[in-house]
T-cell receptor, first 113, second 112 residues
Framework: DTEVTQTPKHLVMGMTNKKSLKCEQH?????MYWYKQKAKKPPELMFV???????INESVPSRFSPECPNSSLLNLHLHALQPEDSALYLC????????????FGPGTRLLVL | AQSVTQLGSHVSVSEGALVLLRCNYS??????LFWYVQYPNQGLQLLLK??????LVKGINGFEAEFKKSETSFHLTKPSAHMSDAAEYFC??????????FGQGTELSVKP
């Protein structure tokens, strides 16, 4: 089973709201990722967690706050977002070796009003 | 530093025709190469990958790709296109460190 699940599927929020995106995998993977994808563009890496520790932060604004409560869960907390943050947010996971294949979830479509 | 170039942001083929999506990479160390497909409003699905060993890699849905080190290429092919193949295709490379470097993507259209 190579399934990564993400909730919610769609999210609309105002610029003053606080919301969270959730990602879950049960493949025993120890690396998890958040990507942002704009229309007709490739995914852009935001964060990488390895063994539940943040290993890469691609200079993402602090209004995005990742959290890895355990090896199966990854959250992305959102606060005071801007309209330009509207995008598809993708979660991925991979095995422990750094060249392991990344498996992606279906994404959360976020609209910031 | 690694990079990926996909030639052609849009490719259109007729149903039943050969599909050829081009990908060239730049890497100073042996790369791991991937092709992903993305259908509208969905996540990325792994089509195939090259790590080591056999240079001709077979993937899902009848796709295959050949790793050519001398040409730094990893082109994706399918002998006969189907309407359901219409999607966005991304080539990607990694040499470690958890970073996957994507090409800009190629949108494949299939005409009946």
């Amino acid at each position: 089973d190579t399934e990564v699940t993400q909730t919610p599927k769609h999210l609309v929020m105002g610029m003053t709201n606080k919301k969270s995106l959730k990602c879950e995998q049960h493949m025993g993977h120890r690396a998890m990722y958040w990507y942002k994808q704009k229309a007709k563009k490739p995914p852009e890496l935001m964060f990488v967690y390895s063994y539940e520790k943040l290993s890469i932060n691609e200079s993402v604004p602090s209004r995005f706050s990742p959290e890895c409560p355990n090896s199966s869960l990854l959250n992305l907390h959102l606060h005071a977002l801007q309209p330009e943050d509207s995008a598809l947010y993708l979660c991925a996971s991979s095995g422990p070796a750094s060249q392991e294949t990344q498996y992606f979830g279906p994404g959360t479509r976020l609209l910031v009003l | 530093a690694q990079s990926v170039t996909q030639l052609g942001s849009h490719v259109s083929v007729s149903e039943g025709a050969l599909v050829l999506l081009r990908c060239n990479y730049s890497s100073s160390v042996p790369p791991y190469l991937f092709w992903y497909v993305q259908y509208p409003n969905q996540g990325l699905q792994l089509l195939l990958k090259y790590t080591t060993g056999a240079t001709l890699v077979k993937g899902i849905n009848g796709f295959e790709a050949e790793f050519k080190k001398s040409e730094t290429s990893f082109h994706l092919t399918k002998p006969s296109a189907h309407m359901s193949d219409a999607a966005e295709y991304f080539c990607a490379v990694t040499t470690g460190g958890g970073k996957l470097i994507f090409g800009q993507g190629t949108e494949l259209s299939v005409k009946p």
